[in-house]
């Protein structure tokens, strides 16, 4: 018990060293907080996993270039009035029909097409986006992780060295965890403060507060309805309240009226309002493929593409369709129109590329996976990269693509955990495979074999010393044992070893060479 105690203080002291030496100022409020990482290195982070981050979910917006435009130099302005107005701030709008925003550290932000067609002007999406640059601006995100990171104490065990130590070792941690670390739901406090500075920040830039506070109304009006796209998406990490609307108004009561631009923004969105009903198409398409009624999703995509034709993503949807029908060759042609509609988003190589593999068009369809995995590193392109490195005998690259390839859940996951598996077999056999034994008096050798891995085994091929002594070998036997062991079974065989009028019975090493696991 005394051991516990003095562990437990020792962690304490180890938590409030480690807070004393990462305090900093928030370039927002002035306030000082905790953060265990350096600006330079939250910035590093964010341009890391800017990319990656916009390519699952949707890739980039490409239908109307005008569109990306405009809202990056609203952006742009509200971001020289902001705090940190050095910071290398971006500003993209995702092909992404869920209505959602967010801001990775470093002042990379992202707005999805679905959001903006629920907002009415400029000073809405000013709204959007100076809350998204305070999250930035005021290192949320840094602060977040710090917090999630003491709470481990383990964590703070490893921090006995320097702050700079502890802040590499949690750059290196964040690198791993990407985007999914940072895009966590934040905590109240950041919220309110987030919708609090944004309005002044809409304000410097000569944006009505009102913006704000109408886009918090809509959004609380929406939750009240439940719309399913809205729970999943924006409320997930800004959830709404009657609390934050009536924050925003009395902020925007201290503050000087603007603009609203609806005329130029409302001209800005033309072109998504015009395709809003080919990508509501397109949501029915996707309820429909999840009923398995491939028929009725082209259906609903034939809409989609006829009003809007450039949208790639229609036409990989398309693909999927005649794939769930067995019509390869229409798939085929689907992906290969969608890779020219869009060259540079990650799933168009990966959807053809999976096809063309599990046709039997290896090589072609290597390619196309490896361009995917370039452009999005993803469990699925692991795993075809996993086979592909197996097949060259490159079996240490293999086993760290297949164990990505884990993540991939369903029967992509159960065929890589069975490669890994096999793979462990070729390399360490005796890992699941226990064989003992020796030769009895009458030159018989008794053999026993369990099977401890989760699969069915054959093909043992095992290899018998007889010892001379303990060090020296006086005969070695190969020998293969064909018969099939169940996974977790254990079955005994007898040889003849040819050995007769044995006056001691001789000492035996045996050791399992290799197996083959059965299909």
């Given at each position: 018990?005394?051991?516990?105690?003095?562990?437990?203080?020792?962690?304490?002291?180890?938590?409030?060293?480690?807070?004393?030496?990462?305090?900093?100022?928030?370039?927002?409020?002035?306030?000082?907080?905790?953060?265990?990482?350096?600006?330079?290195?939250?910035?590093?982070?964010?341009?890391?996993?800017?990319?990656?981050?916009?390519?699952?979910?949707?890739?980039?917006?490409?239908?109307?270039?005008?569109?990306?435009?405009?809202?990056?130099?609203?952006?742009?302005?509200?971001?020289?009035?902001?705090?940190?107005?050095?910071?290398?701030?971006?500003?993209?709008?995702?092909?992404?029909?869920?209505?959602?925003?967010?801001?990775?550290?470093?002042?990379?932000?992202?707005?999805?097409?679905?959001?903006?067609?629920?907002?009415?002007?400029?000073?809405?999406?000013?709204?959007?986006?100076?809350?998204?640059?305070?999250?930035?601006?005021?290192?949320?995100?840094?602060?977040?992780?710090?917090?999630?990171?003491?709470?481990?104490?383990?964590?703070?065990?490893?921090?006995?060295?320097?702050?700079?130590?502890?802040?590499?070792?949690?750059?290196?941690?964040?690198?791993?965890?990407?985007?999914?670390?940072?895009?966590?739901?934040?905590?109240?406090?950041?919220?309110?403060?987030?919708?609090?500075?944004?309005?002044?920040?809409?304000?410097?830039?000569?944006?009505?507060?009102?913006?704000?506070?109408?886009?918090?109304?809509?959004?609380?009006?929406?939750?009240?309805?439940?719309?399913?796209?809205?729970?999943?998406?924006?409320?997930?990490?800004?959830?709404?309240?009657?609390?934050?609307?009536?924050?925003?108004?009395?902020?925007?009561?201290?503050?000087?009226?603007?603009?609203?631009?609806?005329?130029?923004?409302?001209?800005?969105?033309?072109?998504?309002?015009?395709?809003?009903?080919?990508?509501?198409?397109?949501?029915?398409?996707?309820?429909?493929?999840?009923?398995?009624?491939?028929?009725?999703?082209?259906?609903?995509?034939?809409?989609?593409?006829?009003?809007?034709?450039?949208?790639?993503?229609?036409?990989?949807?398309?693909?999927?369709?005649?794939?769930?029908?067995?019509?390869?060759?229409?798939?085929?042609?689907?992906?290969?129109?969608?890779?020219?509609?869009?060259?540079?988003?990650?799933?168009?190589?990966?959807?053809?590329?999976?096809?063309?593999?599990?046709?039997?068009?290896?090589?072609?369809?290597?390619?196309?996976?490896?361009?995917?995995?370039?452009?999005?590193?993803?469990?699925?392109?692991?795993?075809?990269?996993?086979?592909?490195?197996?097949?060259?005998?490159?079996?240490?690259?293999?086993?760290?693509?297949?164990?990505?390839?884990?993540?991939?859940?369903?029967?992509?996951q159960q065929r890589a955990e069975r490669q890994l598996v096999a793979l462990k077999l070729k390399l360490q056999p005796e890992s699941f495979i226990r064989a003992t034994?020796?030769?009895?008096?009458?030159?018989?050798?008794?053999?026993?074999?369990?099977?401890?891995?989760?699969?069915?085994?054959?093909?043992?091929?095992?290899?018998?010393?007889?010892?001379?002594?303990?060090?020296?070998?006086?005969?070695?036997?190969?020998?293969?044992?064909?018969?099939?062991?169940?996974?977790?079974?254990?079955?005994?065989?007898?040889?003849?070893?040819?050995?007769?009028?044995?006056?001691?019975?001789?000492?035996?090493?045996?050791?399992?060479q290799s197996v083959e696991v059965v299909e």
């Amino acid at each position: 018990m005394k051991m516990v105690g003095v562990g437990c203080r020792f962690a304490a002291v180890l938590v409030v060293t480690l807070m004393i030496q990462s305090c900093s100022v928030n370039p927002v409020t002035g306030k000082t907080e905790l953060s265990l990482m350096s600006q330079r290195q939250e910035i590093a982070l964010g341009s890391k996993n800017y990319s990656p981050s916009r390519q699952s979910q949707g890739g980039d917006y490409y239908i109307d270039p005008a569109l990306q435009t405009y809202v990056a130099g609203v952006g742009q302005k509200l971001a020289a009035v902001s705090d940190q107005p050095d910071l290398p701030y971006e500003f993209i709008v995702l092909n992404n029909s869920v209505p959602n925003a967010w801001a990775l550290p470093g002042g990379k932000i992202a707005i999805n097409r679905g959001l903006l067609i629920y907002l009415e002007d400029e000073s809405q999406l000013a709204a959007v986006l100076a809350h998204e640059i305070v999250h930035a601006a005021a290192r949320h995100g840094a602060s977040q992780m710090s917090r999630g990171m003491l709470a481990n104490l383990g964590m703070a065990a490893i921090a006995v060295g320097t702050q700079n130590q502890q802040s590499a070792k949690m750059f290196g941690l964040a690198s791993q965890l990407g985007t999914a670390a940072w895009m966590a739901k934040y905590g109240r406090a950041d919220e309110f403060e987030s919708d609090f500075y944004g309005m002044d920040y809409m304000a410097r830039a000569g944006y009505t507060p009102q913006g704000a506070v109408e886009l918090q109304q809509t959004f609380v009006k929406l939750s009240e309805g439940r719309q399913e796209d809205f729970m999943s998406g924006l409320f997930a990490s800004h959830p709404p309240s009657i609390k934050r609307v009536e924050a925003n108004r009395a902020k925007a009561k201290t503050l000087p009226e603007g603009k609203r631009y609806q005329q130029r923004y409302q001209a800005a969105i033309a072109q998504l309002k015009k395709d809003a009903p080919a990508y509501q198409a397109q949501k029915a398409a996707l309820t429909a493929l999840s009923k398995n009624q491939p028929r009725q999703a082209i259906s609903e995509l034939d809409k989609a593409v006829a009003l809007q034709p450039k949208e790639a993503s229609f036409w990989l949807l398309r693909g999927r369709s005649w794939e769930q029908m067995q019509a390869f060759d229409n798939a085929d042609k689907a992906y290969s129109t969608a890779i020219k509609k869009n060259p540079s988003y990650f799933d168009v190589y990966l959807s053809r590329g999976a096809l063309r593999y599990e046709q039997g068009q290896t090589s072609q369809g290597l390619v196309d996976i490896k361009r995917s995995y370039k452009i999005l590193p993803t469990a699925k392109a692991s795993y075809y990269l996993g086979e592909a490195a197996l097949e060259a005998q490159q079996y240490e690259q293999a086993v760290a693509y297949f164990e990505q390839a884990r993540q991939a859940g369903g029967q992509l996951q159960q065929r890589a955990e069975r490669q890994l598996v096999a793979l462990k077999l070729k390399l360490q056999p005796e890992s699941f495979i226990r064989a003992t034994g020796g030769i009895d008096n009458r030159g018989y050798m008794q053999i026993s074999l369990a099977n401890n891995s989760p699969v069915a085994m054959s093909q043992f091929q095992l290899r018998i010393d007889t010892m001379a002594n303990a060090f020296q070998i006086r005969e070695t036997n190969n020998i293969l044992i064909s018969q099939t062991i169940a996974a977790g079974k254990t079955m005994k065989f007898q040889i003849d070893m040819g050995a007769t009028n044995l006056e001691t019975t001789p000492n035996v090493r045996i050791s399992v060479q290799s197996v083959e696991v059965v299909e």
